[in-house]
């Protein structure tokens, strides 16, 4: 009678070790159930940052500064006036005044043929192509780049090329013309004019602050200046950067300083300190005191002339310096010239082969 009793008590024994270990596999599958949805979870955070992070970059590294906006109009205007008179210079050996009729009209042909190959064929200018930067359409709602439509594309053209073509032909049209009729149209014209130059300048003040749309026609047509490519950031030391503006600006200040200097009356100012203190009666002043040697070229005078002092000079060489610089003076002694006198006493031809 015992021992089954024994077996009933072991069997649940082995019963209850069987359960915990389910329940320990169990718990086990649900930490790494739970530890694989955490690593789920945190790779999607880390790629998401790691994109806003990147569209941030990208922002700032599309934005164009002002600076490149305004060179690149300073380049196409350059480009405008080079091409016109490359094509002004074909026509130089007809009769004068040939394309003066027809001049606006040539111009927007010209200005027409560059859009085809600039902004309609590649979204940008010849200056902005060079300094890497292209036109994107900024009423698109997409953050990546968006080409211009074909709708911009023409109303750009119709609104720099026609507006220069209309504003030119206005003016010859009401140039000569004094009927009352005219005269209102021409009231108009001038109104419109100035109202236009009015948005130019509110536009260009609201470029300055934000750094967007540097055209009037820009910021209508919705069309915003962006890098073509990325630009890298470039780190430059104040030191390097403090040190190229002085020198240039040193370097302009000389350049406006020097054609104010008179480089004749300062040799002169300079040879008449030095030369007394050391220069010892020889043969070589003998000869200028004698008439023998011109002053500023050193070779026998032709023609020779003085100008109130003893110094004898050329005609050709005293007469050019003079006409260069009107307060021009003697090298020597530093006599301003008060008349041209040619020389009185003669000087033979026995003394020239004695020489």
């Known amino acids: 009678m015992r021992r089954p009793q024994q077996r009933k008590i072991e069997r649940p024994k082995e019963g209850q070790k069987k359960r915990m270990e389910r329940k320990d596999r169990r718990r086990k599958e649900r930490r790494e159930g739970g530890e694989r949805e955490k690593k789920e979870e945190e790779v999607p955070k880390t790629f998401r940052e790691g994109m806003a992070s990147r569209d941030e970059n990208m922002k700032r590294t599309d934005r164009v500064l002002r600076i490149s906006q305004l060179d690149a109009l300073e380049l196409n205007k350059a480009l405008e006036q080079l091409v016109w008179s490359q094509f002004t210079q074909c026509f130089h050996g007809f009769k004068p005044g040939l394309l003066a009729r027809f001049e606006p009209e040539v111009k927007a042909f010209l ?3 560059l859009w085809r190959f600039t902004i309609y064929s590649k979204n940008a200018t010849v200056g902005q192509s060079v300094l890497n930067i292209q036109y ?18 023409l109303w750009y053209a119709v609104c720099t090329i026609g507006g220069k073509w209309l504003e030119e032909r206005c003016y010859d ?9 005219f005269r209102k149209a021409k009231q108009c014209v001038n109104l419109v004019v100035g109202l236009l130059k009015l948005g130019r300048l509110i536009n260009f003040l609201i470029f300055l602050q934000r750094g967007k749309f540097a055209t009037l026609t820009e910021r209508l047509l919705g069309i915003r200046s ?21 020198w240039h600006s040193f370097a302009e200040f000389l350049i406006f300083l020097l054609p104010l200097v008179s480089i004749q009356k300062l040799k002169a100012k300079l040879s008449s300190w030095c030369i007394p203190l050391t220069r010892a009666p020889s043969s070589d002043s003998t000869l200028a005191t004698s008439g023998r040697q011109c002053s500023l070229c050193g070779e026998w005078p032709t023609m020779p002339h003085t100008i109130g002092c003893e110094h004898v000079f050329c005609y050709y060489c005293v007469k050019s310096s003079f006409l260069f610089d009107a307060s021009f003076a003697c090298p020597k002694c530093g006599t301003e010239v008060h008349s041209l006198q040619p020389l009185k006493s003669g000087i033979e031809m026995t003394e020239v082969n004695a020489l």
Not at 136 to 153: A, C, E, I, T, V
Not at 173 to 181: E, M
Not at 230 to 243: A, D, L, S, T, W
């Open 226 to 246: 962006v890098f073509c490519r990325p630009q890298n950031v470039r780190e430059v030391g104040f030191e390097y950067m403090n040190r190229e503006l002085l």
């Open 173 to 181: 049209l009401f140039r000569n013309r004094h009927v009352a009729s």
């Open 111 to 113: 200005w027409l043929f």
């Open 136 to 153: 994107k359409n900024d009423f698109s709602p997409n953050l990546r780049y968006q080409p211009l439509s074909k709708n911009q594309k």
